[in-house]
């Protein structure tokens, strides 16, 4: 396969270029826009009453004022456009919820602006941050990998990397240290304002300790496309937790940095990218290998997204791979996996746990537009989303007063539990603070279903729990089925524009039942700070940090084959099994290492086995008999 650029990028345009094809919004236009904004943020944003409490702004009363101003204007004395965008961009930032966001309309849907590289931080062994070139577009030779980064356009790199977070909110300190240091050199511009300056003057040190600057010109091109439309009514887009921004830029960092990938998914078929690599149909969504480390050799599963159409594939996927990985240890690595399907990625849970899955319950924000909405699609009459859980609390809250609705699980219960526990060694999940949505919701259910360690290579995920709907499902939702809701209040949004609201919010299961993962996110049981050798050397020193943590663990097998009345078990570590066929008690025997036969007095359409240590559940197994 070819390493040059992507011809997305080979054809980018310089910013001032893009940007004179810009504004053609009529103050009519922006109107609409603010008065849409203000229905998703007063009558759908589940997380208002957190966000207002939480950080002190009132979004409302900022697209109140917005729209006050612009009565006052005509379309002759109307702010340059980029001053509208800036206002409700900044309204919607200030919530500090990646899931609610203010879609930029055309020419900015659909493209990126970039500069040909992008940065990592690392720590030095005394603790000194360091920011490293981590990769380069093809082609391109101003900077090369490992050159470290002191200054930006003047500004002291740790300082500019505040600064652009602090524009860029994320939901705790990780977050927006994450999201400053990504949009230094990678806009989407469906979310994200272009930058301010047509290109950057940076600051570097070579290999030779030698400092020099460089000039950068900031280049726009059109992204890849997202894998599911999210404003058509489906189960896909209904069951959304992703966070736009991050998957905007997993998809650009594929065409900028992985041209290889994109070919790959382009034509299909399994797939090593790597001489070491589990061949995958998935290579944008999963990296299989095993990985040596001093303390042994164990299996490396890294998720780079949930975006799918077919969580049941994508299931599927990670069992096959997980099984041609090593057995005595797992590394699920989620970092920068910005989240997508919510069923995908609680349906990995039971694959690493003996125990039930118990998906996280959502709730409705208790307002009369969701009740408009929950009553038309009660009885699922479309056949793709089924509100009738939620309904009966929603009808009755304004006599009860409760201000969300009960909590019910998105994800369908037996799904979460349909496949059972396919992988028996120890396993352990590496997260970051680029971890978000149906990621938290999957680092959550991790960690109340105590499936093993979490390593963070940040001190929080990034702290976002919802399910995300857009203004144009939300607009489907009162037009399907027919006849249309005539007094719907949604509105078609001009040029392209859009919005996404968090629309259910997510609690927490287990020990922290009840907790929002809102803004809380989920804290890492271990921390590992980066080094220079993780960024130059494929991250050698994160996982032989993994490879530790996992080699203290026991490592348990269970074998499990059935022909007729006859299961033959392979156990290790275990000290007891119990026989279950199609749910009712068959047999249980006490077992050592090694092989054991058990013979069943009746038959079925499935067989499970349970093994236990010391009188505690440790590992299960589904058979089809």
């Not at 404003?231 to 887009?237: C, E, G, K, V, Y």
């Not at 290889?260 to 690599?277: F, I, L, N, T, Y």
């Not at 990985?325 to 990625?345: K, W």
């Amino acid at each position: 396969m070819t390493t040059t650029a992507h011809p997305n990028v080979a054809n980018s345009v310089g910013l001032a270029e893009f940007l004179a094809t810009a504004g053609t919004l009529t103050l009519a236009q922006r109107k609409l826009i603010v008065d849409q904004a203000l229905i998703l943020l007063e009558q759908n944003y589940a997380h208002l009453p957190l966000k207002v409490a939480m950080h002190a702004v009132n979004p409302v009363q900022r697209l109140r004022v917005l729209r006050a101003r612009l009565e006052r204007q005509t379309d002759a004395t109307a702010e340059a456009e980029w001053q509208f965008h800036r206002e409700l961009s900044s309204t919607f930032h200030s919530v500090r919820d990646l899931h609610t966001n203010y879609l930029l309309p055309a020419p900015f849907a659909g493209k990126i602006a970039f500069l040909p590289f992008q940065l990592e931080r690392c720590f030095a062994a005394d603790g000194t941050e360091q920011y490293l070139v981590a990769r380069t577009v093809a082609n391109f030779n101003g900077l090369a990998v490992g050159a470290e980064v002191t200054h930006w356009n003047g500004t002291p790199i740790a300082r500019a990397v505040a600064l652009n977070g602090a524009v860029f909110a994320g939901s705790n300190a990780a977050a927006n240290h994450a999201r400053g240091l990504e949009s230094l050199t990678l806009r989407p511009l469906v979310i994200q304002l272009p930058p301010d300056e047509d290109w950057v003057v940076v600051t570097y040190r070579d290999e030779t300790g030698a400092a020099a600057d460089i000039r950068v010109d900031w280049q726009v091109t059109e992204n890849l496309p997202p894998m599911t439309d999210v404003d058509s009514l489906s189960p896909a887009a209904a069951a959304q937790g992703v966070d736009l921004d991050s998957d905007e830029k997993a998809r650009a960092k594929k065409l900028l940095h992985a041209p290889k990938v994109v070919q790959a998914e382009a034509a299909g078929g399994a797939v090593a990218m790597a001489a070491q690599d589990v061949a995958t149909t998935m290579p944008g969504v999963f990296r299989a290998r095993p990985i040596t480390t001093p303390s042994g050799t164990f299996g490396h599963l890294r998720i780079f997204t949930f975006s799918v159409d077919d969580p049941d594939a994508f299931l599927a996927e990670f069992v096959r791979l997980a099984n041609l990985l090593p057995q005595n240890g797992l590394i699920v690595d989620v970092r920068d996996n910005g989240g997508g399907h919510i069923f995908a990625s609680e349906f990995l849970l039971q694959t690493m746990t003996p125990r039930p899955v118990q998906p996280e319950p959502v709730q409705f924000l208790s307002t009369p537009l969701n009740l408009r909405i929950s009553r038309r699609h009660a009885e699922n009459p479309t056949g793709q989303i089924d509100l009738g859980p939620w309904f009966p609390s929603l009808d009755s809250s304004t006599e009860t007063g409760q201000a969300f609705s009960c909590s019910h699980t998105i994800t369908p219960v037996e799904g979460a539990n349909a496949v059972g526990q396919t992988y028996h060694g120890p396993v352990l999940l590496i997260t970051d603070a680029r971890c978000y949505s149906a990621t938290d919701i999957f680092a959550a259910g991790w960690a109340d279903h105590d499936l093993g360690p979490i390593l963070g290579v940040d001190d929080n995920t990034g702290a976002g729990g919802a399910n995300v709907w857009t203004h144009g499902l939300l607009m489907t939702l009162l037009k399907i089925p027919a006849p249309g809701d005539g007094e719907s209040p949604y509105k078609s949004l001009p040029n392209r524009a859009n919005m996404r609201v968090s629309i259910r919010r997510t609690l927490r299961v287990g020990k922290l039942a009840g907790t929002p993962v809102e803004d809380l996110g989920v804290r890492p049981t271990h921390q590992h700070k980066v080094t220079r050798a993780d960024l130059l050397q494929g991250n050698v020193d994160l996982l032989a940090r993994a490879g530790s943590l996992l080699a203290a663990l026991p490592v348990r097998r269970l074998g499990v084959a059935v022909e007729g009345t006859t299961v033959s078990l392979d156990t290790v570590n275990l000290d007891r099994v119990d026989i279950y066929v199609d749910g009712r008690p068959a047999t249980s025997l006490d077992v050592t290492d090694g092989a054991h036969t058990a013979t069943l007095t009746a038959t079925g359409r499935e067989v499970r086995v349970e093994g236990f240590a010391d009188g505690q559940l440790v590992a299960a197994r589904k058979v089809a008999s």
